[in-house]
């Protein structure tokens, strides 16, 4: 089943063309320029009058959810909040009946979601889930959902989930931008920004060589911060969490301008900083936290768009992705940093499919 590659982590990173490519199938329509879904069960009038989005998960879905947060708010211009499922539980947050909850989880067997669930429908909210795994209990708790079609994850670290989660919070930003105020021609816009992305990742995925040539260069390094603004600052937190979790480093994912008002003071030549820099609408704000941190003699690593050369002045090691749309920066950034993590991991002598302490699925609270 592993086929020419040595563990399942990079097996999984190589499939996304196609996991991405399976969670958009027959979900884009053209003609209306919006996302359709076979699964929702409540009627477009019953979406429209949602005002609200609570979405609720864990670990990596969570980072997701904080992607689906400024997509949908960006996008589609309606609130949302996102919460982490073992939280929300617990705070029993004041919220209007139009409020709709998203559960979002790979294997739907997830307990700390679960009850988050349950909870909320018990109060009387619709639910949502957006899951991986067909029938899985949360799938089938929750009124209505979206499956990612990813196939079966087996290692431990979640990725090409993450980067399938993230297209199906584009496809509801496109879907809820599409009922509210969002035009034909910025929804055929959007549509063809995501047509476009199972070749992007596969272009990002020619990272590879040159990820495992830094991971080489920083494998003895005993921290990593991980830094990025806007659609990107989830980003950090997933590339830091994925280096975390499997090659048992620390590391710290931040929104980039935040360094400044304290963790700055970690900063050695010791202690890489991770950026995440694509060009769009933070690129200038990004590369003054780049210069912050090479100011301190930090070494800095950057992913960067292709044909970049203003960070690759400054930054100590570059790393290019293909240029996409700001909203899809974070599915195509998170490939080189899933890779750097994974050579980081292996070169270190871990196993990577099955980190220490780790279960694929989390079923106690
Ligand atoms: C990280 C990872 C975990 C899961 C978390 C939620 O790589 O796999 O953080 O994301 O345990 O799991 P699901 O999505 O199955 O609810």
Redo the contacts with the bound molecule.
């Keep these: 089943e592993l086929g020419e590659y040595p563990h399942y982590m990079l097996k999984e990173i190589f499939e996304q063309p196609e996991t991405v490519r399976n969670a958009m199938r027959g979900r884009l329509d053209r003609d209306e320029a919006t996302a359709v879904f076979g699964g929702l069960n409540l009627t477009p009038q019953q979406l429209r009058n949602m005002d609200r989005f609570m979405l609720t998960?864990?670990?990596?879905?969570?980072?997701s959810s904080l992607v689906g947060e400024y997509m949908i708010e960006g996008l589609a211009r309606i609130p949302v909040e996102v919460q982490y499922?073992s939280e929300l539980r617990y705070r029993n947050p004041p919220l209007s009946p139009s409020t709709l909850l998203f559960a979002?989880?790979?294997?739907?067997?997830?307990i700390?979601?679960l009850a988050a669930l349950r909870e909320m429908k018990r109060k009387g909210h619709p639910t949502m889930s957006i899951?991986?795994?067909v029938g899985s209990t949360?799938a089938r708790e929750s009124d209505g959902g979206i499956y990612l079609h990813a196939g079966p994850?087996i290692g431990?670290?979640?990725?090409k989930?993450?980067t399938s989660?993230c297209v199906v919070m584009a496809l509801l930003a496109l879907y809820f931008g599409r009922l509210h105020h969002l035009s034909y021609e910025a929804g055929l816009r959007i549509v063809e920004d995501l047509e476009a992305l199972p070749d992007q990742i596969e272009t990002a995925l020619t990272s590879n060589r040159v990820a495992k040539e830094i991971a080489a260069k920083y494998v003895d390094c005993d921290n990593f911060l991980y830094l990025g603004r806007q659609y990107n600052f989830p980003t950090a937190l997933e590339g830091a969490?994925?280096l975390k979790?499997?090659s048992y480093i620390h590391a710290e994912g931040y929104p980039a301008a935040e360094m400044k008002h304290g963790p700055i003071a970690l900063v050695d030549e010791n202690t890489p900083s991770v950026f995440i820099v694509p060009r769009g609408g933070v690129y200038d704000k990004v590369l003054a936290n780049v210069e912050e941190i090479k100011a301190r003699g930090g070494p800095v690593i950057a992913v960067v768009d292709d044909g970049d050369d203003r960070v690759a002045e400054l930054a100590d090691d570059v790393i290019v992705m293909p240029t996409v749309a700001d909203f899809l920066q974070p599915i195509v950034a998170a490939i080189p940093l899933q890779l750097l993590a994974y050579h980081i991991a292996v070169l270190r002598g871990c196993d990577v499919d099955k980190p220490r302490n780790?279960a694929?699925?989390?079923t106690v609270e």
């Design positions: 998960a864990c670990g990596t879905s969570w980072h499922a979002i989880t790979q294997s739907g067997e997830t700390d979601t899951c991986n795994v949360i994850e431990v670290a979640s990725t989930a993450y989660q969490l994925k979790e499997i780790l694929k699925s989390v």
